[in-house]
Nanobody, 118 residues
Framework: QVQLVESGGGLVQAGGSLTLSCAVS????????MGWYRQAPGKQRELVAR???????NYADSVKGRFTISTNSAKNTVYLQMISLKSEDSAVYYC????????????WGQGTQVTVSS
């Protein structure tokens, strides 16, 4: 069974930084890609950043230059380093892992709240 456990959310002032972590546990699978979505109240869930098993990264335009996605050497933990945070970054952040292409086998973390005060 695949489990994702997130940590690192919290309250931060505008201009501050936070780093989110998401640890993937389980066995018998290979990770195809990992990433982060976020959802603010009244808004649709949006993709924030993605990293493939080969290390290719993609970012939403709104976070480019401010957020960095990375993994540990074992590639079973994904991080989202966030700097220069803005109030519009406030949301619940969800990590995910894809065990195959086309999101056919996607698992989600429980979500962690990030609140940026202005």
């Amino acid at each position: 069974q695949v489990q994702l456990v997130e940590s690192g959310g919290g309250l931060v002032q505008a201009g501050g930084s936070l780093t989110l972590s998401c640890a993937v546990s389980g066995s018998g699978f290979s990770i195809y890609a990992m990433g982060w979505y976020r959802q603010a109240p009244g808004k649709q869930r949006e993709l924030v950043a993605r990293i493939s098993s080969g290390g290719t990264t993609n970012y939403a335009d709104s976070v480019k230059g401010r957020f960095t996605i990375s993994t540990n050497s074992a590639k079973n933990t994904v991080y989202l380093q966030m700097i220069s945070l803005k109030s519009e970054d406030s949301a619940v952040y969800y990590c995910y892992v894809d065990l195959g292409p086309f999101s056919a086998r996607r698992y989600w973390g429980q979500g962690t709240q990030v609140t940026v005060s202005s």
